[in-house]
């Protein structure tokens, strides 16, 4: 299914709750940008995408993935989601993504650099620190985004370390920044529980999808009380309802390449989602928990670090049971919260010390919760219909004031 129809979906919803009309509907439906280019690399041609999703509360922003199963129906709402997540936690972005459909376990190093150089190659007349500004996603690392700015500026005749994030720390990037998505979940995570009374100590989680995000959160929750219990990647998964060490789990999966390898209990990731725990947290791809099998989760509480992992349909279902999803677009909004940190910086030339980073981020995310976790309690609704009403209105209230829509 395409990717977008889920966003489709989700605008239905809110259009009813606020009251939205067909121009408003159709507004926040519409891209501003799309670009395509077919790159060729080494006899092989790789279709690419970057997309401007709306751009009324400032310069795109959002990550490039790479990835077979990239389409542009995906990128289209990954853009889309990141307007929303950017409006949300109150940055001064619109929304953008892009990808290239290609596995980058198949290429050698030179074909990546290669293939990341022609990326910008085809699309440096779309992007920069003041248009759009790409970063880390799926399948993408440091160096990529080095040898991007690096093409970049050889193009552009100038340094302008802004025009990309997620950089190495010698060329402008920060060392939040490679923790910064889990951290920012582990943040929301640790409010919504505080409101809802339940204390840390031997509270159950479940990881699907062990690479960054779901490595990190996992080592954030276990180091706080919290009994991490079942983690996976795209191998299998193992569950000890004891806890696993995380720290030998993680040490396992650098070296073995799966988390199978610290052994015990395997267990597949269907079964993983089906586990009796506290928290399950969705850090792998979109689309895991659908109609089909939500009404089998028996999490009290899902965090989504992944994009889209919940359906629209599934979502019906959970809120049924009395689960609460904490939405991908509040969840997952660290990365892009110390994305512009790092822009912010290379912009004018000053850095920042680590503490009063962590000290901003604390402060985004919280504020990002207070806002959701306010207008779920004044309507009624689940969390990702309250965090899609605030980010809305706060891009409508801009398209408002731009004169859009007429």
């Not at 990309?164 to 920012?184: H, S, V, W, Y």
């Not at 049924?320 to 919260?337: H, M, N, Q, T």
């Amino acid at each position: 299914m395409d990717p977008f129809e889920n966003a489709k979906k989700m605008i239905g919803k809110v259009s009813k709750e606020m009251g939205l009309g067909e121009k408003g509907a159709n507004l926040l439906l519409s891209h501003t940008q799309i670009s395509k280019a077919e790159l060729k690399v080494g006899g092989k041609s790789f279709p690419a995408w970057r997309i401007i999703h709306s751009n009324a509360l400032g310069p795109g922003k959002g990550g490039i993935r790479y990835h077979p199963d990239v389409s542009e129906g995906e990128v289209k709402a990954l853009s889309f989601w990141m307007s929303l997540k950017n409006s949300l936690v109150g940055l001064p972005y619109g929304g953008a993504k892009g990808g290239i459909k290609l596995n980058p376990k198949e290429l050698s190093e030179e074909e990546l650099e290669e293939v990341s150089r022609a990326f910008v190659r085809a699309f440096h007349e779309k992007i920069g620190q003041d248009k759009d500004i790409p970063a880390p996603d799926v399948y993408t690392t440091p160096q990529i985004m080095a040898w991007m700015l690096d093409e970049f500026e050889k193009i552009k005749g100038r340094k302008e370390p802004g025009m990309i994030t997620g950089k190495p720390l010698a060329l402008g990037g920060i060392p939040l920044r490679e923790p910064a998505t889990a951290r920012g979940g582990f943040i929301v995570l640790k409010e919504l529980l505080a409101d809802k009374g339940v204390k840390t100590a031997e509270t159950t989680v479940a990881v699907q999808g062990f690479g960054n995000a779901g490595s990190f959160i996992a080592e954030m929750c276990q180091k706080d009380g919290f009994k991490v219990v079942a983690v996976s990647d795209s191998k299998g998964g193992i569950h000890n309802k004891e806890g696993l060490d995380i720290e030998r789990l993680m040490k396992v999966k650098k070296e073995k390449g799966a988390v199978k390898a610290y052994g015990g209990e395997e267990l597949s990731n269907e079964q993983l989602l089906e586990l009796e725990v506290d928290v399950l947290v969705l850090a792998a791809l979109e689309n895991v928990v659908t109609d089909e099998n939500a009404d089998k989760v028996r999490a009290r509480y899902i965090l989504e670090l992944a994009n889209g992992p919940v359906t629209p349909e599934a979502d019906e279902v959970l809120f049924g049971k009395g689960i609460i999803v904490i939405p991908d677009i509040l969840a997952s909004a660290g990365g892009v919260a110390v994305s512009y940190m790092e822009w912010v910086q290379n912009r004018v030339g000053h850095f920042f010390e680590d503490s009063i980073m962590e000290e901003r981020l604390d402060r985004i995310m919280k504020n990002g919760f207070e806002r959701v976790n306010s207008k779920t309690k004044e309507k009624k609704v689940d969390m990702r219909t309250a965090a899609y009403i605030v980010a809305i209105e706060r891009i409508l209230e801009a398209e408002k004031l731009r004169g859009n829509p007429k």
